[in-house]
């Protein structure tokens, strides 16, 4: 299954400005994203199980 990206209506108002120790530390910060984290943390279980991703063509399609 190949996967397609497009983007549509996407503007850059102002330039992205560099990830610094700051901005971690609230994204690490439990008490604002703890249902994100869960999230993530079951999403990215539920990926690494899959049994498409442990086979090597897998990766060969999706780095070239």
């Avoid at 990830?19 to 690490?28: G, M, N, Y």
């Avoid at 049994?51 to 780095?63: A, L, P």
Wanted: with cysteine; aromatic share 14%; charged share 30%.
């Amino acid at each position: 299954m190949d996967i397609f990206y497009t983007t549509k209506n996407v503007q850059m108002s102002r330039p992205l400005k560099p990830f610094t120790k700051a901005d971690e530390k609230k994204l690490l910060d439990l008490d604002h994203n703890y249902g994100d984290k869960l999230l993530y943390d079951a999403l990215n279980a539920t990926w690494w199980n899959q049994t498409e991703v442990k086979v090597n063509d897998f990766w060969n399609e999706v780095c070239q």
